[in-house]
């Protein structure tokens, strides 16, 4: 009876691995419902409250040196353009969300994840014109991160080599992803870095990269899956993070397989 036992609890811990093969990242966090918008706090708890694997968030250097939370290079206000690297914070924060909130600062926003209980937050690092720049927000980004005690609740990922291999330098441990697409896991590898973010498209034409990767040693992320045919694609390819703006619909072919 001993050994049934022991067989079932094994067969079902096998289960529940293989249910939980790919996680799932939502993407700007989980916008896509009643009061959110992408990149807003609210969309940050609200990806905690589903319990995802991560809620992504981009992060910018205003031109005061602040770094505060945005997707694109600029924003609109009272409908003019400004760019975020060119205008600094006071008259960012005259700048509103889609759901009301004020453009949160990533200190704000990093104050508001250390109250999450389940996700862990996948940080993107936005490419600068100037190097320096970069570096100074890579700093900043890691000793906000570092004094709150967060190091093991957070991620980064960057289109930029410079950002990538900053990161690299400042927190030997913490998981750092390449986004471009253009690099093998091995040119990754010899980077130190964890692993790569790429888009669909990119693993469609080299499907083998994810073995090669995982090989190594190396996580795979990919981005940005909404469609189900996708979804079950890279599903497929054995990924191992899947960065959607449909988390709830990640999860439910998930639970199909």
Not at 11 to 32: C, D, E, T
Not at 87 to 110: I, S
Not at 194 to 204: A, E, I, K, R, S
Request: charged share 25%; glycine share 6%.
């Amino acid at each position: 009876m001993k050994l049934k036992s022991f067989l079932f609890a094994g067969m079902l811990m096998l289960g529940v691995a293989g249910l939980n093969a790919q996680q799932i990242i939502a993407h700007r966090g989980f916008w896509k419902t009643d009061g959110s918008a992408q990149n807003s706090i609210a969309a940050l708890m609200k990806a905690d409250s589903i319990r995802v694997f991560g809620s992504e968030v981009d992060v910018w250097l205003s031109s005061d040196g602040v770094p505060v939370v945005n997707h694109d290079a600029g924003v609109t206000l009272n409908g003019a353009k400004l760019i975020i690297e060119d205008t600094p914070l006071a008259t960012l924060r005259n700048v509103k969300l889609a759901n009301g909130e004020t453009l949160p600062t990533f200190e704000e926003y990093l104050d508001a994840f250390a109250q999450c209980e389940h996700v862990k937050l996948i940080i993107e690092l936005k490419m600068h014109k100037a190097k320096e720049r970069e570096n100074l927000m890579a700093k900043q980004v890691i000793d906000m991160v570092q004094q709150r005690g967060l190091q093991e609740r957070v991620e980064y990922i960057s289109f930029g080599i410079n950002f990538v291999q900053q990161l690299r330098k400042l927190d030997p441990q913490a998981p750092v992803y390449y986004l471009n697409g253009d690099l093998s896991p091995q040119v990754l590898a010899s980077m130190g870095l964890n692993g790569f973010d790429y888009h669909y498209n990119v693993l469609y034409q080299r499907p083998e990269w994810v073995e090669k990767a995982h090989k190594l040693g190396q996580k795979v992320n990919v981005w940005t899956v909404n469609k189900p045919e996708d979804i079950q694609k890279v599903i497929d390819l054995k990924v191992d993070f899947i960065t959607t703006d449909e988390p709830l619909l990640v999860r439910e072919i998930l639970r199909k397989q």
